[in-house]
C-alpha cells in the first residue's frame, strides 16, 4: 500500500491507541482451547445475576416491531427517566451508553485550541474522546489513586471547556464526598461544562457518594452521565443518559445521531428502571461478593483499593502480567491495567460467590507458583 491513511488523519486520532476492550469468553476458548462454559469471566464489570424475567419479558414484546425505526427522541423512557430523576424530560440526553454521552460532549464542546481536564487513572475514554476532538488533554496526577480536585481545578485555564469527573472512579473505585463536589463546582468558571460520570452510582450506598441529581438547578454547566450496563444489567443492549441543563441538552442533540439508541433498548431500559427488586438485588450481590473478595485477599497477604463500584482493583506488588497470563491458563479473565500506568493492578469485577471463589482459587494457585 503506498499511501499512509494514519499520516492522513487529523493529529489528535493520529496519536490514539483503540481502546482495549475486556476479553471476551469465546476469544480466550479459541486461543486457549478451553471449554467456553468453564470459563470464568470478571474483567468488564458486567452484572453477574443475568437480565430480570420483567427485562426479558419486554425484550420478547419488542421483537415484532424490529422492522420500524426506533423512536428518535426515546419519548417514553425520558418521560421515565425524567420522573425518577427529578427533572424535566427536555434535560435528558439518552445515549448509545453513557460512552456515547461522553462522546457527543466532546463534539459540542471540543477543538483544537481548546482543552479538557481529567484525572490520571480515570476512564481511558476520556483522553480518547478529547485528542480526537483536536483538543488538549490535560491529566491531572491523581492522589491515592483518585481524584486530586484542588489539583483539577487549578488545572483550568480560559480555554478549559470540559472536566471529566467519575465518582465512583473506574478503574480504581475511588470516590470523593460531597463537601469535596459542592467546593469543587462552586469554584469552577461558569464557562467550563463539568461531566460527572455515574455509571456506577447505584452500587454506593447513599451516605458514600454525594448524588449529582441534587446539584443540577444551582450549576447550570453540571452535567450527570448514567448509564443502564451495570447495575441495570443491559450491558449488551448499550444504553445510558445525560442530565444536565435543557440548553446543554438541546446542543447535545444538535450532534447526536438519529436513533442512537435502539428499540430494544429503549422499551427494556423502561423495564429494568422500574423493576425495583432487580437493583436491590444487584447491589446485595455485588455488597457480598466485595466482601468476599476484600477477604480472600486479606487471607493471601495482598493489598486492594477500597471501591464503591461493582469491581475491586487488586494491588500485586509487582508485575501483573505474568499473574494474569497464567490466570488466563486457568480460565478466569480478569483486566490487567499497564494501560492505565498501573502494571501491578488488576481490576476483578464482582461476580457470583461462585465466581468469585474459583478466582480466589485461581488466584492462590497461581501466587504460589510464580
Not at 44 to 60: D, I
Not at 80 to 95: D, K, M, S
Amino acid at each position: 500500500m503506498s499511501c499512509d491513511f494514519l499520516a492522513l488523519a487529523v493529529p489528535g486520532v493520529q496519536k490514539l491507541s483503540p481502546y482495549v476492550p475486556g476479553k471476551p469468553v469465546d476469544e480466550l476458548a479459541r486461543e486457549l482451547n478451553l471449554d467456553p462454559a468453564g470459563i470464568v469471566k470478571l474483567a468488564s464489570n458486567e452484572n453477574p445475576l443475568g437480565p430480570s424475567p420483567k427485562v426479558l419479558a419486554a425484550v420478547q414484546a419488542s421483537l415484532a416491531e424490529l422492522t420500524r425505526y426506533p423512536d428518535g427522541s426515546g419519548f417514553v423512557l425520558k418521560q421515565a427517566l425524567a420522573e425518577r430523576c427529578r427533572v424535566r424530560p427536555e434535560q435528558v440526553t439518552l445515549g448509545n451508553g453513557s460512552n456515547d454521552v461522553l462522546e457527543l460532549v466532546a463534539r459540542a464542546w471540543l477543538a483544537p485550541g481548546r482543552n479538557a481536564v481529567f484525572s490520571q487513572y480515570a476512564f481511558a475514554v476520556y483522553p480518547i474522546a478529547t485528542q480526537a476532538a483536536g483538543a488538549e488533554a490535560r491529566c491531572v496526577p491523581a492522589r491515592d489513586y483518585g481524584h486530586d480536585l484542588p489539583a483539577m481545578l487549578a488545572a483550568i485555564d480560559g480555554n478549559t471547556r470540559v472536566v471529566f469527573l467519575a465518582n465512583p472512579n473506574n478503574p480504581t473505585g475511588t470516590w470523593f464526598s460531597a463537601e469535596a463536589l459542592e467546593a469543587f463546582l462552586a469554584a469552577v468558571p461558569e464557562h467550563v461544562l463539568v461531566v460527572l460520570d455515574e455509571a456506577y452510582i447505584e452500587y454506593a450506598s447513599a451516605s458514600d457518594l454525594p448524588d449529582g441529581l441534587d446539584y443540577l438547578a444551582r450549576y447550570a454547566n453540571l452535567i450527570v452521565s448514567r448509564t443502564f450496563s451495570k447495575a441495570y444489567g443491559l450491558a449488551a443492549l448499550r444504553v445510558g443518559y445525560a442530565l444536565s441543563s435543557a440548553q446543554v441538552a438541546e446542543v447535545l442533540n444538535r450532534v447526536r445521531q438519529p436513533f442512537n439508541v435502539n428499540s430494544l433498548a429503549l422499551d427494556v431500559a423502561c423495564a429494568a428502571l422500574a423493576d425495583e427488586q432487580y437493583l436491590a438485588a444487584s447491589r446485595a450481590l455485588n455488597d457480598a461478593g466485595m466482601q468476599q473478595l476484600e477477604a480472600g485477599f486479606s487471607a493471601l497477604g495482598l493489598r486492594w483499593i477500597s471501591s464503591r463500584g461493582n469491581f475491586i482493583t487488586l494491588d500485586l506488588g509487582r508485575d501483573a502480567a505474568p499473574i494474569n497470563q497464567a490466570l488466563l491458563h486457568k480460565g478466569v479473565i480478569v483486566r490487567p491495567l499497564a494501560g492505565y500506568g498501573l502494571a501491578n493492578f488488576l481490576r476483578i469485577s464482582i461476580g457470583t460467590q461462585a465466581e468469585n471463589a474459583r478466582f480466589l482459587q485461581a488466584l492462590g494457585e497461581v501466587l504460589q507458583g510464580v
